[in-house]
């Protein structure tokens, strides 16, 4: 029961907080929403911050199974994949109003320069995901559909880099134009 409650309170939370941000969510409000009583929030979690932390791997491990079903689908071709991935986000993106954006971009854009741990734990949860597109450029380039002389780590980087910047611009914008023109520039010309 428990585990149960944490959880609910943590998938809760996850929902408030990409929608409205960590420092506008309030634990009350956290509470309402996940049905459990007021009070309860620091039997589960020491601080706001361990939530903060907690929410951190609940969005890793949540974008993490998503990427891997799509990216690690080796029927397809590595490039085929990734393109398919970053289309199928820009979909989700579209259809919730190009309003909330990647939750771990969100929070290391609020939470970095306050928490050294969130931003720690942040740190490591874009590594995770630049591990996946690494993984993929890595497959591609051993099967020569990477251009010659491109890194697959360093372009990993640049990739995440830039679709994070995408996304930022998409929120600002309330449009899909930017991660349209990421993907253009991404696969007819870094790995057309």
């Known amino acids: 029961m428990k585990r149960d409650t944490r959880q609910a309170i ?16 309030g634990l009350q409000e956290i509470l309402a929403a996940a049905g459990v009583p007021k009070g309860s ?4 979690f020491a601080s706001k911050e361990e939530f903060g932390l907690a929410l951190i791997e609940h969005y890793r491990r949540t974008i993490g199974q998503n990427a891997a ?6 029927s397809i ?12 986000v820009r979909e989700s993106m579209a259809a919730g109003g190009c309003e909330r954006g990647c939750p771990i971009g969100n929070l290391a854009q609020e939470m970095s320069d306050l928490s050294p741990a969130m931003r720690e734990g942040l740190k490591e949860a874009l590594a995770g995901l630049d591990a996946g597109l690494r993984g993929v450029l890595g497959e591609a380039a051993e099967r020569g559909e990477l251009p010659a002389g491109l890194d697959p780590a360093r372009t990993a980087a640049f990739i995440l880099d830039a679709w994070e910047g995408a996304l930022l611009r998409m929120k600002a914008e309330k449009s899909v134009e930017p991660l349209l023109r ?8 870094v790995l057309g």
């Open 182 to 189: 990421f993907e253009e520039f991404i696969f007819t010309r």
């Open 10 to 25: 943590i998938e809760a939370g996850a929902e408030l907080v990409h929608r409205q941000g960590f420092s506008r969510t």
């Open 69 to 74: 079903a799509l990216l690690g689908d080796r």
């Open 77 to 88: 071709p590595p490039i085929a994949r990734l393109a398919r991935f970053f289309a199928r």
């Open 41 to 44: 929030f620091y039997f589960y």
